[in-house]
């Protein structure tokens, strides 16, 4: 029996040309998820302003699906950049100048528009704090004047020194029963 020298095994990996397939796919899923949010963050809204209840809760559960399909995506694209050479948390600008020749005119687009859409989240999101911070308070507002309540909590002080009660001296019932 003659002995020969392994030859390698051959490499079986994904060729670039369908891994930057798969990043163009994976950032398109992303900018869609995106388009998603910025859709729930204006229902929301338009909820608020119609005091429409039962369409806030709808949108956050929307809100909360979209959000861990998104995490599902991302987690994709983290895959992807170890699959091309990045690192786990490499941005896409870091991965593109990685790649340099290899990413085509229609990654740099998906890049950009993945780029816009969670610039535009990111806005929109701000607006919906805005807006619902505002609601709470007015709401907060318009109970206590419902109920006859202060204007302001009185259970803590707000600036570090306790109001004295207009009310009935404290310990009246204690003193009077002992």
């Known amino acids: 029996m003659t002995l020969f020298p392994q030859e390698p095994a051959p490499r079986l990996g994904v060729p670039t040309g369908a891994l930057l397939d798969a990043l163009h796919d994976a950032l398109i899923s992303e900018r869609k998820l995106l388009d998603d949010l910025i859709g729930q963050m204006r229902r929301q809204r338009a909820s608020v ?7 806030v809760d709808e949108s956050t559960f929307a809100t909360h699906r979209i959000l861990a399909t998104l995490g599902q995506a991302r987690t994709r694209r983290r895959q992807l950049n170890i699959l091309l050479g990045g690192s786990e948390d490499c941005t896409l600008r870091e991965l593109e100048d990685m790649l340099g020749d290899q990413v085509d005119t229609r990654l740099r687009d998906a890049r950009l528009r993945l780029t816009q859409a969670a610039d535009l ?13 505002e609601a709470l308070t007015n709401t907060d507002q318009h109970v206590r004047t419902l109920v006859g309540a202060p204007a302001q909590p009185t ?3 707000t ?9 009935a001296p404290r310990g009246v ?5 002992a």
């Open 49 to 55: 302003a119609a005091d429409d209840i039962e369409g």
């Open 121 to 133: 989240l990111t806005r929109e999101v701000g607006m919906n704090r805005k807006l619902l911070r």
């Open 155 to 157: 259970t803590y002080a």
């Open 159 to 167: 600036e570090g020194v306790a109001t004295p009660s207009s009310g």
């Open 173 to 177: 019932l204690v003193n009077r029963t």
